[in-house]
């Protein structure tokens, strides 16, 4: 795409906060905060001008502040960022956390209040209360010490990497070679990558073994039993409960894991071997070389571009203006954090991606799911204030999953063998699969950690192993290296970061097969639904959300096997 014709967003004229404040110095942010708190609201109209105002101040905060949090990542060396890092959530978070929750009870207190649109602020006002509820002035130095120890984590494993045959290889770049038709060598470099994440194994256990204490600390200052329950508040799931996740958990387990167990039969009988191993899981059974959908990051962002354009003009236009803005970064390297996100960035509108390529086809689903992030922040930056768009993990997961699976219409763009094509989307569908179980044992996991806080490092990683049992096909043989299956959640960085933020995934996959589902049917009726539920932000409670995609927020065992067995039919459309 000519980027010429590129209309680059700009930043919305500020009419509150000076384009000169320093936001990285309280005593600049303090005096706007004040201005609010002490501001008379004498009618609606006036608490409307009062909402944009701490909106455009709020949005100009989260700005820079996931800027810092970007610099960390790109660059896990960076001292400055560091130091801006710890800057941010010593002496600005906790001021910060005690004047917003001053401002959202005058908000709520206000006799104006109930003249606002209330189906429009229906979700904002239930969540504001809920984050009243939720506050109490002795966690706020604990949050701070809590994000502090949680940035650790991209600092260790940002380090990790492999010496094989003469070159230093980053965990991402050396799994490619886990595809590798050799098995030999797939040995080799699982057993070096494993080797070099269990020099950081206690390491992570210990930082695992701080976070839960202090998350727990945090929980029962609040008044809840345990982390489990205070989490399921401040992640505002207001529409199912632990127990719903618990019964969700058993259902995967009965419709899911019986279809991947004959899959990993099939692969053992397709690679002629007597027994599967770890590091068999990756390989093509086709014999044929690994997938390799692009050469560099330069054909990863072209050939996007091209394929989101051949989807809808909207979707292409914005991962071409992201390029344009430099807003992506995308390559492998040392001491770049691990994983990748897509990072609203509030007040342009404009998100950055973040990932680690190895050129390989895990590169294509990660840049098109981050991609489905991108055209959410895009579509919900249009909403008039910065509390409509902070949307649930359930919704937002919606947007990246959905886009994957829309996307395969024009994976020829990536594949212009018709066979590498079909390898390419089958192993998709069945990576699905996996994902379904992969997170309900990481969500069972979780809810057996915080629900026994005192536990040891040796029931942890037994428990892991448990559940890996319960979760993953029968038919792998870990035997000799069960020391590497215990420690498999060190691999997790939402356990260390972002606790919880996991079970959205298994929900918003359903949601996605059924939107895929109704693509399938009538494409341009599912993009425009697509578009339409994006759009809301978070204006909407999770189950309309999926109503208007066209879907639904459901996670009976019925609902889940209806979705199996299309998904199973459209894997044989491809055998």
């Not at 019964?247 to 387990?253: A, D, G, I, L, N």
């Amino acid at each position: 795409m000519s980027t010429n014709n590129l209309a680059i967003p700009q930043r919305k004229q500020r009419t509150f906060v000076s384009d000169s404040i320093d936001l990285n110095s309280w005593d600049s942010i303090a005096p706007y905060y004040t201005a609010l708190d002490e501001r008379a609201v004498n009618n609606v109209e006036e608490l409307k001008q009062w909402l944009n105002d701490w909106s455009e101040l709020e949005t100009a905060l989260q700005e820079n502040s996931r800027w810092i949090y970007v610099r960390t990542t790109v660059d896990t060396t960076d001292e400055k960022a560091k130091a801006d890092q710890v800057n941010l959530y010593t002496k600005i978070y906790p001021h910060v956390i005690a004047i917003e929750n001053k401002l959202s009870k005058k908000f709520i207190d206000s006799p104006y209040t109930a003249e606002l649109d209330q189906e429009l602020f229906f979700t904002t006002l239930r969540k504001i209360k809920n984050q009243i509820s939720l506050f109490r002035e002795e966690n706020i130095p604990l949050d701070s010490e809590l994000n502090i120890k949680q940035s650790k984590y991209d600092e260790i494993t940002g380090a990790q990497s492999i010496t094989y045959k003469g070159n230093e290889l980053t965990v991402q770049q050396a799994a490619v070679y886990l595809k590798s038709n050799d098995r030999t060598e797939r040995e080799e470099v699982y057993k070096l990558i494993a080797d070099r994440r269990l020099q950081d194994a206690d390491t992570l256990d210990n930082l695992m073994t701080e976070l839960i204490a202090l998350r727990h600390k945090i929980a029962t200052n609040a008044g809840y039993k345990n982390y489990l329950e205070y989490r399921f508040a401040e992640l505002g799931r207001f529409d199912y409960t632990a127990e719903d996740c618990v019964q969700f958990h058993k259902s995967v387990e009965e419709t899911v894991i019986p279809v991947l167990n004959k899959l990993a039969e099939e692969r053992k009988a397709a690679l002629g071997l007597d027994k599967l191993r770890p590091w068999d899981a990756e390989v093509d059974t086709s014999g044929k070389p690994a997938l390799k959908p692009i050469s560099n990051v330069n054909e990863l962002v072209d050939k996007t571009i091209s394929a989101f354009n051949k989807l809808d003009p909207y979707f292409g236009e914005r991962i071409a203006i992201m390029n344009e803005m430099k807003y992506l970064d995308l390559d492998s390297r040392l001491h770049k954090g691990p994983g990748g996100y897509n990072m609203t960035m509030p007040e342009i509108g404009v998100p950055f991606i973040f990932m680690n390529s190895a050129n390989d086809e895990h590169d294509l689903i990660t840049m098109v799911h981050e991609g489905g992030h991108a055209i959410h922040t895009f579509l919900a930056h249009k909403l008039e204030l910065n509390m409509f768009k902070d949307v649930t993990s359930e919704i937002a997961e919606v947007a990246s999953m959905g886009m994957e699976l829309m996307s395969m219409e024009h994976w020829d763009m990536f594949y212009t063998n018709p066979d590498d094509l079909k390898r390419a989307k089958k192993n998709h569908l069945q990576y699905i699969l996996s994902i379904l179980a992969k997170t309900c044992q990481g969500d069972s996991f979780q809810h057996w950690m915080y629900t026994n806080p005192t536990h040891t490092v040796a029931e942890r990683r037994a428990k892991w192993a448990e559940l890996n049992a319960r979760f993953t096909p029968d038919v792998y043989d870990w035997n000799g290296i069960e020391h590497i299956l215990e420690t498999g959640y060190h691999r997790i960085l939402h356990f260390y970061v972002v606790p919880f933020y996991y079970i959205e995934y298994a929900f918003a996959q359903l949601g996605a097969l059924g939107l895929w589902k109704n693509f399938k049917q009538d494409k341009a009726k599912a993009i425009q639904d697509y578009k339409n539920a994006l759009s809301l932000g978070y204006t909407k409670s999770i189950p309309v959300f999926y109503e208007t995609a066209g879907t639904k927020f459901d996670f009976s065992k019925a609902h889940i096997s209806s979705l199996i067995e299309f998904l199973e039919s459209e894997v044989d459309k491809l055998k």
